[in-house]
């Protein structure tokens, strides 16, 4: 499929998808049921190897098929947008959606209104995760259901831009191209840094550079995939982490960057208080068990706050954060994560990218 027809459309929908014939369908339907539909569905095929691009043909989609790609997710969003903006006006709109994701039906509609505002260079969304895959599904949805609250407490202000779906405005991306290899990192030319391992983070911080702000609204949900296991999560944050960290050291510090870091630095301080009550549990072990009526009351607070930012997730989430200890296990788990990520970033260790093949929706 060619991307040039010689009229400008008014949301573009681009979904890059590698062998998501699966879980396709869930994500092009969500998209024909919304309340204020796109003009135009873009399905960016990249080195498929099943049913991807009969899938996308038949539920209605145009195709993208990537040429020589070697850069994943940026590299195939790089060759359709490098024809694309050169089609649309700046007043044009392209949404960026992964092919595992279910958008809410007002999803395009909320996000527009929300570009109305000029200060504003790009809308994200909130998302949550998938049903199933048991234990560590119900971990990562509580996790998610946490990060959805935060930023509504924010009022919406959004630290990263979820590559699960992101609606861009034209003249914005086509500002990021340009500033790449001066005011911004990256090739030259290019909307997305195909040197950034988190494709997500990176272009959030290329956008907040350029002077523009990012908002996730409530109402700009989105249903995304869990990892269904522990080696499939493993490798996801460590990606996660890994980039996060890398992307600031391409930045630098600056008043984009501070809050970012000061995040970063947080987790490290959290991650030293949680090693430091284990190995002081441990080695008080021996002289009994007594309960201090302080650090009991601090305790329960703390229960406390893990069930209430659970709560819209019903009473299954409430009474698995109610246990605790359970939770307790899976942040160390996040922890063990991050210690990796900052290990493998200062010997530069190669990170790779993992791909999950979702189950039919």
């Known amino acids: 499929m060619e991307l040039g027809t010689g009229s400008h459309a008014q949301v573009v929908v681009l979904v890059p998808a590698h062998n998501e014939e699966a879980a396709l369908p869930a994500a092009l339907d969500s998209l024909w049921q919304q309340t204020r539909r796109p003009d135009r569905v873009v399905v960016v095929a990249d080195n498929c190897t099943d049913g991807t691009v009969d899938v996308a043909r038949a539920a209605g ?121 001066s005011r911004l990192p990256g090739p030259a030319g290019l909307v997305y840094d195909t040197t950034a ?18 908002v996730s609204p409530a109402d700009c949900w989105v249903v995304t995939e869990v990892m269904p296991t522990w080696r499939d999560l493993w490798r996801q944050r460590l990606r996660w982490q890994r980039g996060a960290i890398e992307n600031l050291r391409a930045y630098g510090l600056n008043r984009v960057t501070l809050p970012y870091a000061v995040q970063q630095a947080g987790m490290g301080v959290g991650v030293i208080a949680m090693w430091c009550f284990v190995l002081l549990t441990i080695l008080t072990a021996g002289n009994g068990l007594h309960v201090q009526p302080l650090w009991l009351a601090v305790g329960l607070v703390f ?47 190669e990170a790779r990218w993992h791909h999950v093949v979702s189950p039919a929706s």
């Open 61 to 181: 989609a145009e195709v993208f098929e990537t040429v020589g790609n070697v850069d994943k997710k940026a590299g195939g969003l790089n060759q359709a947008l490098s024809i694309l903006l050169e089609l649309l006006a700046p007043d044009d709109r392209v949404l960026v959606m992964d092919a595992d994701g279910v958008l809410a039906p007002q999803f395009v509609e909320t996000a527009l209104r929300e570009l109305d505002d000029e200060s504003v260079g790009a809308v994200g969304g909130v998302f949550w995760g998938e049903s199933g895959h048991g234990l560590i599904g119900e971990l990562q949805r509580n996790e998610y259901a946490r990060y959805a609250r935060d930023i509504d407490r924010k009022r919406g202000r959004a630290m990263v831009l979820t590559g699960t779906a992101t609606l861009h405005r034209v003249d914005v991306l086509s500002g990021v191209a340009a500033a790449r290899g």
């Open 303 to 349: 229960v406390a706050e893990r069930v209430v930012t659970v709560r819209r997730r019903g009473t299954r989430a409430m009474v698995l954060a109610a246990v605790m200890v359970v939770e307790w296990a899976y942040d160390l788990f996040l922890q063990i994560v991050l210690l990796r990520s900052v290990w493998d970033s200062i010997r530069q260790a």
């Open 197 to 214: 391992l988190t494709e997500d983070n990176e272009i959030t911080l290329a956008i907040k550079s350029l002077g523009y702000r990012c």
